[in-house]
């Protein structure tokens, strides 16, 4: 249930293309070259600008594997690495020593909380990378030697995800942990952390991707505006939910009357207050705090007599599945084959498809009724679909706003307002098409429309495209 629940449910989940489309246009872009993208290609307010692709290798996986099995294979993709995500999540608690239905629901408290980042984009792969370095972390007393994947693991993630800086982190807390409970060779870990430091530097980019992976979530410029590298809301679901699980995670803490040892309370604080820094931090705590509370619940069945030989005899007696638990898998395998991406509708326009933020229709009308190599300004959510869907053409923004000066996005926000001054934006760009989406720029839409310099080709319920008379 703990790996196959989550699982089924990123089946059932729509792609968004925010990301992942101009992810997959960049790495086919190097499939075909054998080359890195070091400059940017796809806007026309940045052309040219270096850009320190640091995810290179996360685009290069995704478009490979777009190439082998298109949108379907992607959401099969996801699926599978989802539920590796909480197999590793799974055995990171019953590494730390809980019975199997204490490590489940751990785990199925992960996924409730980790629910609203689980989108397919490189942030996914470095989760999964994460999940097995935490295993690894709280299975070093069994299997030490092991310790010594960390490094090669480092390697591949600096190319991966900007959360590749967590390794060390979280190798940091378990050295820490290990001189305080004196446990035997803690200067294992320790090297093992200091290697996994110098192996983050194996990447095109050299020490420049640590300023990068520091870099992004310290931009007041994407901080201002991106949502989710701004702080945690109890209003919204991922902050509601993460605020609750630091909530449960102190009251377990108190109603166990014991004294949690300080580096236990060292972790927990850190990764929480990652969490508290801004929404993305939110899912690293969630794979953190369940094994920590595994670690601690373990230690007091212990303390009660209760030795994990003893546990695991009482599990192998209630071994036998129940009929209604075969009837609830049986049903989960059902909605897994129900939820197949084959058996979904690709567009979006037609229901509740397969993809979601890719505006068919408009892209359709963009490529037949605008020239080739034309400078587009779109919503930015759109943005990297239009960079896959119509390679050809330039837009304003995208997903990558750290390309993006802080002046273009004061000007892609007055237009997207219809700010006093927004012709001359446009003019001044050289913007042949508008493509307006109707919930992002709907202040837009009532100018442009009366405008005699715009003349509107096409329209659906996502949004309405324009051009110059």
Known sequence: MAVFLPATAALRATLSSIDLAYQIR????????????????????????????????????????????????????????????????????????TALRISAWLTLGSFAVLVGGLSLRPQLIGMGLFAVTVWLVFDRRRHPARLWMFPPLVALWTNIHGSFFLAPVLLGFAWLEDMNERAPKPGRTFWVAAASVVAANLNPFGIKVWSYAIGIPTNPEITKFVSEWQPPSIRDFAGAAFFISAAAVVAILAV???????????????????GLFAVRGIFWWAMVAPPILAKLLAQDAMEKGRAPEIVLADERRRSKPAPVNLAFIALLVLLAVLYLPWFRPLDPVVGKGLLSDAPTGLTAALAHEVPPGARVFVAQKWGSWIEYAVPSDLVAVDSRIEVTSVDTWTRYSKVSVAQEGWQRILDRWGVQAVLASAEQQNQLLPWIRRDPGWRMVYRDHLGELFVRR
């Open 256 to 274: 166990r009357g014991r004294r949690t040892p300080w580096p236990s309370l060292l972790s927990l604080g850190a990764f929480f207050a990652i």
């Open 26 to 97: 960049a790495g086919d872009i190097m499939l075909r070259s054998h080359r890195l993208i070091r400059t940017d290609a796809f806007t026309f307010t940045a052309l040219g600008r270096p850009w320190l692709d640091q995810q290179w290798g996360s685009q290069v996986v995704l478009a490979w594997v777009y190439r082998l099995g298109g949108w379907p294979g992607l959401a099969l993709f996801r699926a599978g690495l989802v539920g590796l995500i909480f197999l590793f999540a799974f055995l990171a608690c019953r590494a730390a020593g």
